[in-house]
């Protein structure tokens, strides 16, 4: 069974830092790319982030370019976001999910082979 994971969310100050984690299981971790979108109540889902299968290659929103960073460990079949300089409007829940084809796809269509459990990121003072 597939399984996709995010955690790490919660509470945090304007300008503070949170990081994501994406524990995956079911399926041959290293054979996908994995991407994290997020939805804030309201509004459209939202591509966040996409990593290669290799962690070479990292793509980002011109919402959060300059303040997030992939990263993947293929041998804890985990992937993680590291969120800097955190903006109201990063409030949402973060989703990761895996893909058999390439991240430019699955960013620009919103593409997806299956996707996890969210975690909650509300920034407020």
């Known amino acids: 069974e597939v399984q996709l994971q995010a955690s790490g969310g919660g509470l945090v100050q304007p300008g503070g830092s949170l990081r994501l984690s994406c524990a995956a299981s079911?399926?041959?971790?290293?054979?996908?790319?994995i991407g994290w979108f997020r939805q804030a109540p309201g509004k459209e889902r939202e591509g966040v982030s996409c990593?290669?299968?290799?962690?070479?290659?990292?793509y980002y929103a011109d919402s959060v370019k300059g303040r997030f960073t992939v990263s993947r460990d293929n041998a804890k079949n985990t992937v993680y976001l590291q969120m800097n300089s955190l903006k109201p409007e990063d409030t949402a829940v973060y989703h990761c999910?895996?893909?058999?084809?390439?991240?430019?796809?699955?960013?620009?269509?919103?593409?997806?082979?299956?996707w996890g459990q969210g975690t909650l990121v509300t920034v407020s003072s």
């Open positions: 079911g399926f041959a971790f290293d054979d996908y790319v």
């Open positions: 999910a895996m893909y058999g084809s390439n991240c430019r796809d699955l960013m620009r269509d919103l593409v997806y082979d299956s």
């Open positions: 990593i290669s299968r290799s962690g070479g290659r990292t």
